[in-house]
């Protein structure tokens, strides 16, 4: 992937990365049973927590999907210990989950089983599926009336 004023061009490169995936067993029925706030509390103190603990072991989260978590080592810098960093933040996730339990089950009354995996293998990073230059937008926070952002 290639940075040029703004826009991330075309391009891709093969080698070999960790990548993590992570979600909330049961989360659609969690969902579906609890009101938005308890669920809304629920995904916050999830993906904060874990993304704390991914970053703090040097990943990179590439994004998140409801309540799945998807995150790489060694890119976007190369890490000589992608597969070390990656292992130790699987435990301390686990580790981390368990400690919140006695929150998440007193702000939302149901503590769901978290799934982890970890895939090291050969891939391809870049910007896939689309031609056209992808131009990135930042939010600055909430509009005021009357300013353009």
């Known amino acids: ?10 391009s891709g490169r093969g ?3 960790d990548l993590l995936f992570s979600d909330l067993a049961g989360f ?8 938005p706030e308890k669920v809304a509390t629920l995904i916050n103190v999830h993906l904060s927590a874990m993304t704390e603990v991914i970053l ?8 998140f999907v ?4 998807m995150a790489m080592w060694g890119a976007p810098v190369d890490d000589a210990k992608q597969s070390e960093n990656s292992v130790k933040a699987v435990i301390e996730m686990q580790n ?19 799934r982890v995996g970890i895939n090291c ?26 300013l353009a952002h």
């Open 96 to 114: 981390r989950w368990e400690a919140l339990r006695p929150q998440i089950m007193a702000e939302v009354g149901s503590f769901p089983r978290m």
């Open 66 to 69: 409801d309540d799945g978590i």
């Open 28 to 35: 659609t029925s969690i969902s579906e049973q609890f009101d």
């Open 15 to 17: 080698s070999t990365r």
């Open 121 to 146: 293998g050969n891939c391809i990073l870049g910007k896939h599926g689309r031609q056209q230059p992808l131009r990135l937008h930042r939010h600055w926070g909430p509009r005021e009336p009357g």
């Open 1 to 10: 992937m290639r940075w040029n004023d703004g826009v991330v061009e075309a």
């Open 56 to 63: 703090a072991h040097s990943g990179t989260v590439e994004k």
